[in-house]
């Protein structure tokens, strides 16, 4: 986890210059992970946003894109309430859209 808070572009630099990428929860332990590094009330960047096609998510981790339409959205998410909400947060609740330039923590994923 990193300690600062960053944009969703300044995160996936970080994580890149760490050599990994943003956390992409695909499995249910990691979602678990997130949910308990969350407790703080804390929201996390995770690697996945529609910026290419509004409401087509994908997730880049590492391998390729990964279509995200039945993943944790909280209720009534994602919904692009203001426009320009681009990026994924995982929150304790679930995931739900953000603006890209908003800054919050992340997490790094790298193989082993």
């Known amino acids: 986890m990193h300690d600062a808070d960053a944009t969703r ?3 996936r630099q970080i994580c890149v210059e760490l050599g990994g990428v943003m956390v992409v929860p695909q499995e249910k332990e990691l979602q678990h ?3 308990i590094c969350s407790c ?3 929201s996390f960047w995770i690697g996945c ?3 290419e096609t ?3 998510w994908v997730c880049l981790d590492g391998e390729g894109t990964i279509d995200v339409q039945d993943k944790r959205w909280i209720d009534n998410q994602p919904n692009n309430n203001y426009g320009n909400q681009d990026c994924a ?3 304790t609740s679930g995931w739900h859209d953000e603006e890209c330039e908003t800054t919050r923590k992340l997490i ?3 193989s082993v």
Do not use: K
Request: glycine fraction near 10%.
């Open 9 to 11: 572009e300044e995160g």
């Open 49 to 51: 946003n529609d910026i």
């Open 89 to 91: 947060v995982s929150h």
């Open 40 to 42: 703080s009330r804390s």
């Open 108 to 110: 790094c994923q790298r």
């Open 54 to 56: 509004e409401g087509t």
């Open 33 to 35: 992970l997130l949910n």
